[in-house]
């Protein structure tokens, strides 16, 4: 079983950066895609970026140039740099894993963490 555990949202005005962290415990396989999700109320969650395993980072085209996907060494830890914020950015972020064991490709994701960007 996996879990994953966002950090590094808060408050911060427009232009501004913040990183948002995703530590995941348990076995993650080889074979797999990290991603970053928002979503705000009353619209659906969105995909901010994911990269695949041996692939390129895939961004919304929202986010393209100011946010960068990165992951630690280790499969247990990846990363959203969020640099020149606006206020259309907030909403609540969640990471998410998909990993394919064994044919399947099961999904976790975090608790979700509160960014707002302030005019």
């Known amino acids: 079983q996996v879990q994953l555990v966002e950090s590094g949202g808060g408050l911060v005005q427009a232009g501004g950066s913040l990183r948002l962290s995703c530590a995941a415990s348990?076995?993650?396989?080889?074979?797999?895609?990290m991603g970053w999700y928002r979503q705000v109320p009353g619209k659906q969650r969105e995909l901010v970026a994911a990269?695949?395993?041996?692939?390129?980072?895939n961004y919304a085209d929202s986010v393209k140039g100011r946010f960068t996907i990165s992951s630690a060494n280790a499969r247990n830890t990846f990363y959203l740099q969020m640099n020149s914020l606006k206020p259309e950015d907030t909403a609540v972020y969640y990471c998410?894993?998909?990993?394919?064991?064994?044919?399947?490709?099961?999904?976790?994701w975090g608790q979700g963490t509160q960014v707002t960007v302030s005019s």
């Open positions: 998410n894993v998909k990993h394919r064991v064994s044919g399947i490709w099961p999904e976790y």
């Open positions: 348990g076995s993650i396989s080889s074979t797999n895609i």
């Open positions: 990269i695949a395993t041996g692939g390129r980072p």
